[in-house]
């Protein structure tokens, strides 16, 4: 597959004589592909059953004119006034019993069976209208499903269709009380009619309670999404289904939803993410205005693993942005290293938040390509660049094939929703914690692939597990049977599927390849680190502790300051019993890779190396140049050995 680049553009929000000088100047910068639609519906349907199409039938002929692609949007995520007030059940419930209200975007529940009934009519209308047009090539389901706190809902229709899940799931009430151990405060159930949602208790609820609800609100996204999808490929054979997932978002199970899907992509915000997410305000202000190295690339890695094609960016932040606390600005080539990141990284096309900068609404202090006044702005030139350079990489390089990474990093779900339920310890992040896990390996200069609990593993010469609570019966011989080296994190089968503590105690069957016991644990504060002792490395232990007891042959390799085992080795499995500073992480992964036979390469922390279809990629997030890696004969298709500030290499080694 070429690479593209696309860009989001909204006909209704310009005057339609600029449409064709919009197409026009996307078709000469080396835009292909154009994403229409999502946000649209009061424009299309302004009020119950009246519909106006012929807006969207021109635009979509102006850009198809032009040789552009489209990709049609379903404007479900923001259903019209009308609508919520002909049907009082749509609003999504919040915790407090209040009703989200219109307004914004988003506002409707999952569970509601009027608006499940009224999506399923306006996507049936836009398929049959569209489904088989020409320049549509793609179709986007909805938009950025769960953002905005939305995925979970306490509405009545939610407790209604929750019930049924539970009754699908455990098929009768005296399996679920068993499940979750409702003896314990008298809480047991005589029927499924009794159980509402875990909400307004005295203190916390019940926390299997908790957990079945988080699955059943995943769920309910699985469902809505399906419910499109089968309705837009019955209407548009041979057409590429796609959702917009969003960066570092955990409140559903994507891989779920993304295995009816063609296409995963995903909105990339990297200096939006720094503000938002949970990095130190030293981390923020040392990465103001590029964005972690590894921050986009977890999560490039994280939905090429589950996109049976190349996956997209769909969103990609050309500038400033709105929505943050604080919105600096990129510095200058920072928009052309993400877009060429991300085509290292295995994306088949880099889409552009927006073509130009709206004047009006929410979000009219978010860039675009083009300034208000129709002016191209710094990411508008960055992206021509980027065109310019994808012709002479393809020219050189031919379709590159997708990336393979030797090392796998196993991601889950439920476990976020788990630890965020029991944490024990107020710190314990799991997406926190899997991300520097993912940073240490790409500090050494390793390309890694993020991939679910049941994917293949063989083929990999190093399988990192980030604390995983939940293990599937399967998962510990496929783990042995893979030859990998194996690196499991603290609170690894912790817990049962029913949110128990195992009988023969963590790490539950993990104890088939890891013959050791967890026998007590213990969360500390912020302010607390414990000692830890590795060889001649030493480094700190930081939020958690699992104190072990061991069978014969179980190596010691690590200890804490009180002497109880930090890290563990049993053959090629090796368990970590805290989570430990940036530097121990990276020198023990470092020992691990070794042994698997890997070529580790401590890299600065400014530098990323990635490689696909031959090719190498380098990225410079400094402020100053540097060298290029094993430059010494490579031939250079973009850039040079020494590499620019914010600057891209592409590059074929010598020993290529």
Same mark, same amino acid.
């Given at each position: 597959?070429?690479?593209?680049?696309?860009?989001?553009?909204?006909?209704?929000?310009?005057?339609?004589?600029?449409?064709?000088?919009?197409?026009?100047?996307?078709?000469?910068?080396?835009?292909?592909?154009?994403?229409?639609?999502?946000?649209?519906?009061?424009?299309?349907?302004?009020?119950?059953?009246?519909?106006?199409?012929?807006?969207?039938?021109?635009?979509?002929?102006?850009?198809?004119?032009?040789?552009?692609?489209?990709?049609?949007?379903?404007?479900?995520?923001?259903?019209?006034?009308?609508?919520?007030?002909?049907?009082?059940?749509?609003?999504?419930?919040?915790?407090?019993?209040?009703?989200?209200?219109?307004?914004? *975007?988003?506002?409707?529940?999952?569970?509601?069976?009027?608006?499940?009934?009224?999506?399923?009519?306006?996507?049936?209308?836009?398929?049959?209208?569209?489904?088989?047009?020409?320049?549509?090539?793609?179709?986007?389901?909805?938009?950025?499903?769960?953002?905005?706190?939305?995925?979970?809902?306490?509405?009545?229709?939610?407790?209604?269709?929750?019930?049924?899940?539970?009754?699908?799931?455990?098929?009768?009430?005296?399996?679920?009380?068993?499940?979750?151990?409702?003896?314990?405060?008298?809480?047991?159930?005589?029927?499924?009619?009794?159980?509402?949602?875990?909400?307004?208790?005295?203190?916390? @609820?019940?926390? @299997?309670?908790?957990?079945?609800?988080?699955?059943?609100?995943?769920?309910?996204?699985?469902?809505?999404? *399906?419910?499109?999808?089968?309705?837009?490929?019955?209407?548009?054979?041979?057409?590429?289904?796609?959702?917009?997932?969003?960066?570092?978002?955990?409140?559903?199970?994507?891989?779920?939803?993304?295995?009816?899907?063609?296409?995963?992509?995903?909105?990339?915000?990297?200096?939006?993410?720094?503000?938002?997410?949970?990095?130190?305000?030293?981390?923020?202000?040392?990465?103001?205005?590029?964005?972690?190295?590894?921050?986009?690339?977890?999560?490039?890695?994280?939905?090429?693993?589950?996109?049976?094609?190349?996956?997209?960016?769909?969103?990609?932040?050309?500038?400033?942005?709105?929505?943050?606390?604080?919105?600096?600005?990129?510095?200058?080539?920072?928009?052309?290293?993400?877009?060429?990141?991300?085509?290292?990284?295995?994306?088949?096309?880099?889409?552009?938040?927006?073509?130009?900068?709206?004047?009006?609404?929410?979000?009219?202090?978010?860039?675009?390509?083009?300034?208000?006044?129709?002016?191209?702005?710094?990411?508008?030139?960055?992206?021509?660049?980027?065109?310019?350079?994808?012709?002479?990489?393809?020219?050189?390089?031919?379709?590159?094939?997708?990336?393979?990474?030797?090392?796998?990093?196993?991601?889950?779900?439920? @476990?976020?929703?788990?630890?965020?339920?029991?944490?024990?310890?107020?710190?314990?992040?799991?997406?926190?914690?899997?991300?520097?896990?993912?940073?240490?390996?790409?500090?050494?200069?390793?390309?890694?692939?993020?991939?679910?609990?049941?994917?293949?593993?063989?083929?990999?010469?190093?399988?990192?597990?980030?604390?995983?609570?939940?293990?599937?019966?399967?998962?510990?011989?496929?783990?042995?049977?893979?030859?990998?080296?194996?690196?499991?994190?603290?609170?690894?089968?912790?817990?049962?599927?029913?949110?128990?503590?195992?009988?023969?105690?963590?790490?539950?069957?993990?104890?088939?390849?890891?013959?050791?016991?967890?026998? *007590?644990?213990?969360?500390?504060?912020?302010?607390?680190?414990?000692?830890?002792?590795?060889?001649?490395?030493?480094?700190?232990?930081?939020?958690?502790?699992?104190?072990?007891?061991?069978?014969?042959?179980?190596?010691?390799?690590?200890?804490?300051?009180?002497?109880?085992?930090?890290?563990? *080795?049993?053959?090629?499995?090796?368990?970590?019993?805290?989570?430990?500073?940036?530097?121990?992480?990276?020198?023990?992964?470092?020992?691990?890779?070794?042994?698997?036979?890997?070529?580790?390469?401590?890299?600065?922390?400014?530098?990323?190396?990635?490689?696909?279809?031959?090719?190498?990629? @380098?990225?410079?997030?400094?402020?100053?140049?540097?060298?290029?890696?094993?430059?010494?004969?490579?031939?250079?298709?973009?850039?040079?050995?020494?590499?620019?500030?914010?600057?891209?290499?592409?590059?074929?080694?010598?020993?290529?």
């Amino acid at each position: 597959m070429s690479l593209q680049l696309g860009v989001c553009y909204y006909p209704e929000h310009w005057p339609e004589d600029m449409w064709e000088s919009d197409a026009q100047r996307m078709k000469a910068l080396g835009i292909k592909q154009v994403r229409i639609g999502e946000f649209a519906w009061s424009r299309i349907e302004p009020s119950p059953g009246e519909f106006r199409w012929e807006w969207l039938d021109r635009a979509i002929k102006v850009l198809a004119e032009q040789g552009l692609e489209v990709v049609m949007c379903t404007p479900t995520a923001t259903p019209p006034k009308w609508l919520i007030d002909r049907h009082d059940d749509v609003l999504a419930v919040d915790a407090n019993g209040r009703a989200r209200a219109f307004g914004s *975007r988003r506002h409707y529940d999952f569970s509601s069976d009027s608006y499940f009934k009224e999506s399923q009519r306006i996507v049936q209308l836009l398929g049959e209208r569209y489904g088989k047009h020409p320049a549509i090539t793609a179709w986007q389901v909805d938009n950025e499903y769960g953002c905005h706190h939305t995925v979970v809902s306490y509405s009545a229709s939610a407790q209604r269709r929750f019930r049924l899940w539970l009754q699908a799931r455990y098929g009768d009430i005296a399996a679920l009380n068993t499940a979750w151990g409702t003896v314990f405060w008298s809480m047991e159930y005589r029927s499924f009619e009794e159980i509402d949602a875990p909400i307004g208790t005295v203190t916390e @609820a019940h926390p @299997a309670h908790r957990l079945d609800y988080r699955r059943f609100a995943s769920d309910e996204v699985v469902r809505y999404n *399906r419910m499109q999808v089968e309705i837009l490929r019955a209407h548009a054979p041979g057409r590429v289904m796609v959702h917009n997932f969003m960066q570092m978002f955990v409140e559903f199970d994507h891989y779920s939803v993304a295995a009816d899907l063609d296409v995963a992509s995903w909105d990339s915000y990297p200096l939006g993410a720094m503000e938002e997410m949970w990095f130190a305000p030293e981390i923020k202000a040392r990465w103001l205005r590029t964005g972690h190295p590894d921050f986009a690339s977890f999560n490039h890695d994280l939905y090429r693993g589950m996109s049976a094609q190349p996956f997209w960016v769909m969103e990609q932040q050309p500038g400033p942005v709105n929505w943050a606390q604080w919105n600096p600005s990129p510095l200058p080539g920072m928009v052309r290293l993400w877009s060429w990141e991300a085509f290292a990284h295995g994306a088949g096309c880099v889409s552009y938040f927006r073509w130009r900068q709206v004047p009006f609404g929410q979000e009219q202090m978010h860039a675009g390509l083009n300034r208000p006044d129709n002016v191209l702005d710094v990411g508008g030139a960055e992206a021509a660049c980027v065109a310019q350079e994808i012709s002479l990489v393809e020219q050189a390089a031919g379709a590159l094939a997708q990336p393979r990474g030797k090392v796998a990093l196993l991601f889950d779900y439920t @476990a976020k929703w788990l630890f965020e339920i029991h944490h024990q310890g107020a710190d314990f992040h799991y997406p926190r914690v899997v991300f520097e896990y993912y940073s240490a390996l790409r500090s050494l200069g390793l390309d890694v692939d993020i991939v679910p609990l049941h994917a293949a593993l063989d083929g990999y010469a190093m399988i990192v597990v980030p604390p995983l609570p939940i293990i599937p019966d399967d998962l510990p011989a496929r783990l042995q049977s893979s030859g990998a080296q194996v690196v499991l994190g603290p609170r690894s089968g912790s817990k049962t599927v029913s949110l128990q503590i195992p009988a023969n105690l963590p790490p539950g069957p993990l104890q088939s390849i890891l013959p050791l016991r967890v026998w *007590r644990v213990e969360s500390m504060r912020p302010n607390v680190s414990e000692p830890v002792q590795c060889g001649d490395q030493s480094g700190q232990a930081h939020h958690w502790r699992d104190l072990i007891e061991t069978d014969a042959g179980v190596d010691t390799v690590a200890t804490f300051g009180d002497g109880h085992p930090a890290i563990l *080795r049993y053959q090629r499995v090796h368990y970590l019993a805290s989570v430990f500073d940036a530097g121990l992480t990276r020198d023990y992964f470092e020992q691990v890779a070794c042994s698997a036979g890997l070529n580790p390469q401590r890299l600065p922390e400014t530098l990323r190396l990635n490689r696909r279809g031959g090719l190498t990629f @380098a990225f410079n997030y400094a402020d100053a140049p540097c060298a290029v890696p094993h430059a010494n004969g490579a031939s250079f298709l973009v850039g040079a050995a020494e590499l620019a500030p914010q600057g891209v290499a592409i590059y074929r080694q010598a020993e290529q």
